[in-house]
């Protein structure tokens, strides 16, 4: 294989003090973050405020399950086999490459990685739990990318490319989050996908914060996320009856209608629709590990938004310039899970917009990355080389 392979979906394991190690003087003054220890000694729950973080089963990721554990699984349920849960009791002591930025690169060698966009795995399930301080969550998000800045930098050797964490909760904080990670080198930033706290992503309310991104050439992600959030409750209200817990059948009917592919589409669809590509041309924005199967019905809804007699679409102060299918196509790249249609995606939004994201090393990942080109066969060389690094290089270049 002669793919100069560039990932665009690795993790780490964040430390303890993840939140902690630079912590401001109202967190440290309420201690908003605390871990506490179960009374049989046994395992370490992690508090924010009076709210347990229970998303994760064990936060302190030691120990964790093996990679790609669950890959084989997730092809099985793609194709109709019987699902099977049993991978996740294979769990093992916590790997140096999972904190350990040099150890990492090591592991890319073996790889074959010669570079990679590098995601969280606890941060991307809290942001639910601050309600509507906005000073606290936004003290613990910088907190959070000082720890980020020190343990794994920002551009580490031009090889390991950590996305800063941004929320959506205030245009003036976020857009000050923006600029200290730009100022600290920051390539991308990732933000939860869904509605932005009552507004739409693209509500000029947001525009300075959009304005400095393409300014700074910053590739903005959304990620998959857990945890409580403001896109889950309308589902928990409209689909079972509160004060009742939630059952089995709740939560299965949960991740059918309300799961990461339903957030993709609803971002995107406000993006386009609302004109910020219109507004700020040169901005550049990728989906991670949410999937492709939802993305050939929002083409259609899109293209079908504006009436079958009106075919215009007039959106906070501009008129779209193409069809919505077409601007997406323009500005939105896609990391697909491998075990779905990957070169049908390729075909639907042109094979320079398919970034090849393993997800490593997660139970759900794949155990070898360079595997994923397994995915693609049927496509030219180019177009495999393209999807497995070329344009997710192109993407980050300076």
């Known amino acids: 294989m002669d793919f100069r392979i560039f990932d665009a979906d690795q993790h780490y394991y964040e430390a303890e003090d993840c939140l902690t190690r630079f912590a401001s003087e109202r967190m440290k003054s309420e201690k908003f973050v605390r871990w506490v220890t179960e009374a049989d000694g046994k395992r370490k729950r992690l508090l924010l405020g009076n709210q347990l973080v229970n998303v994760i089963g064990n936060p302190t990721f030691?120990?964790?399950?093996?990679?790609?554990?669950?890959h084989e699984t997730l092809k099985k349920i793609e194709s109709g086999d019987v699902?099977?849960?049993?991978?996740?009791?294979?769990?093992?002591?916590?790997?140096?490459?999972?904190?350990?930025?040099?150890?990492?690169?090591?592991?890319?060698?073996?790889?074959?990685?010669?570079?990679?966009?590098l995601f969280p795995t606890l941060a991307v399930t809290i942001e639910g739990y601050f309600n509507s301080d906005?000073?606290?969550?936004?003290?613990?998000?910088?907190?959070?990318?000082?720890?980020?800045?020190?343990?794994?930098?920002?551009s580490y050797r031009?090889?390991?490319?950590?996305?800063?964490?941004?929320?959506?909760?205030?245009?003036?904080?976020?857009?000050?989050?923006?600029?200290?990670?730009?100022?600290?080198?920051?390539?991308?930033i990732t933000i939860r996908p869904g509605p932005a706290y009552g507004r739409s992503p693209a509500d000029p309310y947001f525009d300075r914060f959009w304005a400095r991104a393409e300014e700074a050439g910053i590739l903005v992600t959304y990620h998959a996320f857990d945890g409580p959030s403001q896109e889950t409750e309308p589902f928990r209200k409209n689909w079972r009856a509160p004060p009742?817990?939630?059952?089995?059948?709740?939560?299965?009917?949960?991740?059918?209608?309300?799961?990461?592919?339903?957030?993709?589409?609803?971002?995107?669809?406000?993006?386009?629709?609302?004109?910020?590509?219109?507004?700020?041309?040169?901005?550049?924005?990728?989906?991670?590990?949410?999937?492709?199967?939802?993305?050939?019905?929002?083409?259609?809804?899109?293209?079908?938004?504006?009436?079958?007699?009106?075919?215009?679409?007039?959106?906070?102060?501009?008129?779209?310039?193409?069809?919505?299918?077409?601007?997406?196509?323009?500005?939105?790249?896609?990391?697909?899970?491998?075990?779905?249609?990957?070169?049908?995606?390729?075909?639907?939004?042109?094979?320079g917009h398919v970034l090849m994201g393993s997800d490593w090393p997660h139970a759900e990942s794949v155990p070898q990355p360079k595997d994923f080109a397994k995915c693609l066969a049927g496509l030219s060389p180019a177009e495999q080389r393209n999807i497995m690094g070329k344009n997710t290089q192109n993407l980050i270049a300076a």
Not at 99 to 105: E, I
Not at 134 to 154: K, S, V
Not at 162 to 181: C, N, P
Request: hydrophobic fraction near 45%; glycine fraction near 8%; include cysteine.
């Open 134 to 154: 906005i000073d606290m969550l936004y003290d613990c998000i910088h907190a959070f990318n000082r720890w980020l800045e020190a343990d794994w930098g920002f």
């Open 62 to 70: 030691n120990p964790i399950a093996l990679p790609g554990v669950l």
């Open 244 to 351: 009742h817990a939630m059952r089995g059948e709740d939560r299965l009917l949960e991740h059918a209608i309300a799961g990461h592919d339903r957030f993709a589409f609803d971002t995107l669809a406000a993006l386009i629709l609302h004109n910020l590509f219109g507004r700020f041309p040169k901005l550049k924005v990728a989906t991670i590990e949410m999937g492709c199967g939802w993305v050939g019905y929002l083409l259609n809804r899109l293209d079908h938004a504006g009436g079958i007699a009106n075919r215009k679409i007039t959106a906070f102060g501009g008129t779209l310039g193409d069809r919505p299918s077409e601007i997406f196509k323009r500005h939105i790249w896609v990391a697909p899970f491998p075990e779905e249609d990957v070169v049908g995606l390729a075909r639907l939004v042109g094979a």
């Open 158 to 188: 031009n090889r390991i490319f950590a996305a800063g964490y941004v929320s959506m909760m205030d245009a003036e904080r976020a857009t000050t989050e923006l600029e200290w990670l730009i100022r600290a080198g920051a390539r991308l």
């Open 83 to 117: 699902r099977g849960l049993s991978a996740y009791l294979q769990i093992e002591p916590i790997r140096a490459e999972y904190r350990d930025r040099d150890v990492r690169l090591k592991v890319m060698d073996e790889q074959q990685v010669e570079q990679t966009l």
